[in-house]
């Protein structure tokens, strides 16, 4: 029985060189190339008693230990990244040896060049839009906000007048973050070549401050992306009286993407 797997990271094409010193999510395991025909996939060797069916399933429930591995993947990704077109692999894409990775490459050959002849001079980035609430809800309150009641304080038609007061602010907080999201997102997806729309990030995992109003990925040419950040920054500023403020990353593997039509 085998004591090797074979990680695999990305596919680019054949003729895409492989960066020297850089290692694979099991330093032991020097990072190589499969080929086949005019495709590659960068993989290396791990050992089945870490990254076998078992250990792994054991080893995915343990938080320190999955930080470390997806650190190392996406690092091996960056380093692809910065030098050609490529399709990234998902975390744990395993096969039993150089053999599998070669088939996989042959039996998917033309949905694989077709996503890099697509990606080809495209570059994915990110953008968050984060929203200060106590912000947002103090601009709410004055848009949406009622004519002072005469009624004495305390009283029952005082209790109602103060709920539905806060009732409609929280309504209107809701609309102009709901509107805030769909403007920056017109605006970047207006740009961009393609974009998605992801579920926001859960804030205790993320770390991020704020509310998540949107978490989008946009599919920018890199001739155009060194003008991104001044967009985003005009957008930020355009909304930032609301509570608002964009996040920027890039560029990332195109994972947003692959399977795009």
């Given at each position: 029985?085998?004591?090797?797997?074979?990680?695999a990271?990305?596919?680019t094409?054949?003729?895409?060189?492989l960066?020297?010193?850089?290692e694979?999510?099991?330093?032991?395991?020097?990072?190589?190339?499969?080929?086949?025909?005019?495709?590659?996939?960068?993989?290396?060797?791990?050992?089945?008693?870490?990254?076998?069916?078992?250990?792994?399933?054991?080893?995915l429930?343990?938080?320190?230990?999955?930080?470390?591995?997806?650190?190392?993947?996406?690092?091996?990704?960056?380093?692809?990244?910065?030098?050609?077109?490529?399709?990234?692999?998902?975390?744990?894409?395993?096969?039993?040896?150089?053999?599998?990775?070669?088939?996989?490459?042959?039996?998917?050959?033309?949905?694989?060049?077709?996503?890099?002849?697509?990606?080809?001079?495209?570059?994915e980035?990110?953008?968050?839009?984060?929203?200060?609430?106590?912000?947002?809800?103090?601009?709410?309150?004055?848009?949406?906000?009622?004519?002072?009641?005469?009624?004495?304080?305390?009283?029952?038609t005082?209790?109602?007048?103060?709920?539905?007061?806060?009732?409609?602010?929280?309504?209107?907080?809701?609309?102009?973050?709901?509107?805030l999201?769909?403007?920056?997102?017109?605006?970047?997806?207006?740009?961009?070549?393609?974009?998605?729309?992801?579920?926001?990030?859960?804030?205790?995992?993320?770390?991020?401050?704020?509310e998540m109003?949107?978490?989008?990925a946009?599919?920018?040419?890199?001739?155009?992306?060194?003008?991104?950040?001044?967009?985003?920054?005009?957008?930020?500023?355009?909304?930032?009286d609301?509570?608002?403020?964009?996040?920027?990353?890039?560029?990332?593997?195109?994972?947003?993407f692959?399977?795009?039509?």
């Open positions: 029985m085998p004591a090797d797997g074979c990680w990271y990305c596919v094409h054949a003729d895409a060189g960066p020297p010193g850089i694979g999510v099991d330093p032991a395991g020097a990072l190589e190339r499969v080929v086949a025909g005019d495709l590659a996939v960068w993989v290396s060797a791990v050992p089945l008693a870490e990254f076998g069916e078992g250990p792994l399933r054991a080893n429930n343990d938080l320190t230990w999955l930080e470390r591995v997806a650190r190392r993947h996406e690092a091996v990704l960056e380093h692809a990244l910065a030098e050609t077109t490529i399709v990234p692999l998902r975390l744990c894409t395993i096969f039993a040896d150089r053999d599998g990775a070669g088939r996989m490459l042959r039996e998917q050959h033309d949905t694989l060049a077709d996503v890099l002849e697509r990606l080809a001079g495209r570059q980035w990110a953008v968050k839009l984060l929203l200060d609430l106590d912000q947002l809800a103090a601009a709410a309150a004055s848009e949406g906000g009622e004519p002072a009641t005469t009624a004495a304080p305390g009283s029952g005082a209790y109602l007048t103060r709920r539905r007061s806060e009732r409609r602010a929280g309504e209107t907080a809701e609309r102009l973050a709901t509107q999201a769909d403007d920056v997102h017109a605006r970047l997806r207006e740009w961009a070549d393609d974009a998605v729309v992801n579920r926001p990030q859960n804030r205790r995992l993320s770390g991020h401050e704020g109003a949107l978490n989008g946009y599919l920018i040419g890199a001739a155009r992306a060194a003008e991104l950040p001044a967009l985003v920054a005009e957008l930020g500023e355009r909304h930032r609301l509570g608002a403020r964009l996040e920027l990353r890039g560029p990332l593997p195109p994972f947003n692959v399977s795009r039509p």
